[in-house]
């Protein structure tokens, strides 16, 4: 009976690639047989609408937008404008009340418009990219609530309240400030550069983030299934999680910095912090490299710990335990600084850049 249901499982598989094998071999044949995909989307017509609106008194900008891809951009003037891709079934609204303006962009996609109109019908929204244009001097609140798109922001520096809410589409900001930045995705990468605000807070799940030249009060950011690179962070406090991904540190200056990771490895690198750093891990490595703080905790099981710190030995009292392996340090006290590193599984191999 158990081998039956085996047996049948690897043929339900075996036939599943076939299956997509197949598909992907017509569609390429297809394609080169010149038979253009848009023909056959069905869904109905777009007409092109053009908005504007005057940017003077608005002191909250929210967009939220379903479905059909947008293009956030500059505006080469001081007000706001709005190109929308309309439809029957995308419909484009705005509501301006005491300082506050919203602007909706929204597809009513039912469960059966693809054996209405095709199952190529949701491929024609992305012919039609809407685009919204905020003038660079804009200084109020901005919030962005979307899905299924790339939110991509460059060159607004006088923002107060930055938000940004994504599902299933890419987060990037680039040459941005503001008093406080909160961003968030799924299934998809959130990436910064050169971005100057006040508390900060980054997460995706099952996707990448990077951050680089980012100067934050305090950083707290996270996802799972992914890396997280961080590269010029400067901070009060920067706390990092992670989980099945690598974390990668390099050029740090902050007060207290916490980084821990699982299944993957936890690398800090060139970094100074006035109080406190704490590495930890559990089935994955821990190196830290030419990093100095007034405490230092590193803590893994199943890897390894190693790398340099600055400064000499006698500077710290270490404390330094392990299971399964074998450790460079001896317990030591009297130093100003301490160093606690605890490891099962693994060895330790710990050393200083002076004697």
């Not at 569609?27 to 069905?42: I, L, M, Q, S, T």
């Not at 901005?142 to 607004?156: A, R, Y």
């Not at 803590?299 to 600055?310: A, D, P």
Request: net charge negative.
């Amino acid at each position: 009976m158990f081998k039956t249901k085996s047996k049948t499982k690897r043929l339900l598989m075996i036939s599943g690639i076939l299956c997509g094998a197949g598909i992907l071999i017509a569609a390429v044949a297809f394609a080169f047989c010149g038979f253009d995909f848009w023909k056959v989307c069905a869904a109905p017509d777009y007409q092109e609408s053009s908005y504007t609106y005057s940017a003077d008194g608005i002191s909250s900008l929210k967009l939220d937008f379903k479905g059909p891809p947008v293009e956030i951009r500059t505006s080469p003037d001081d007000k706001i404008h709005v190109t929308a891709w309309e439809n029957d079934r995308v419909k484009f609204d705005a509501e301006e009340s005491s300082g506050a303006l919203t602007l909706r962009l929204g597809a009513d996609i039912r469960w059966y418009d693809q054996f209405l109109y095709g199952f190529f019908s949701n491929l024609s929204s992305y012919q039609h990219r809407s685009v919204i244009e905020i003038p660079a001097g804009y200084q109020g609140d901005f919030t962005v609530f979307c899905s299924e798109t790339t939110v991509d922001l460059k060159g607004f520096e006088n923002l107060r309240n930055l938000e940004i809410k994504n599902s299933n589409g890419s987060v990037s900001l680039e040459n941005i400030s503001s008093d406080r930045c909160i961003l968030s995705t799924s299934n998809a990468s959130v990436y910064c550069k050169n971005l100057t605000t006040g508390e900060m807070e980054a997460y995706s799940s099952n996707g990448s983030i990077a951050l680089e030249q980012v100067a934050a009060d305090n950083l707290h950011t996270g996802t799972s299934n992914s890396e997280i690179i961080g590269m010029a962070l400067i901070s009060g406090e920067i706390s990092v999680s992670n989980s099945n991904g690598p974390i990668s540190l390099t050029d740090i200056k902050a007060d207290v910095l916490t980084a821990s990771t699982s299944n993957s490895t936890n690398q800090l690198q060139n970094a100074v912090l006035s109080r406190s750093v704490s590495l930890a891990n559990s089935n994955g490595s821990v190196e830290i490299l030419q990093a100095e703080a007034p405490a230092i905790d590193l803590s893994t099981s199943n890897g390894e710990i190693s790398g340099v710190i600055q400064g000499s030995q006698r500077d710290y009292s270490i404390e330094a335990s392990t299971s399964n392996g074998s450790s460079n340090l001896m317990n030591t006290v009297g130093g100003e600084k301490t160093l606690k590193v605890s490891n099962s599984n693994g060895g330790i191999n710990v050393t200083f850049s002076q004697p």
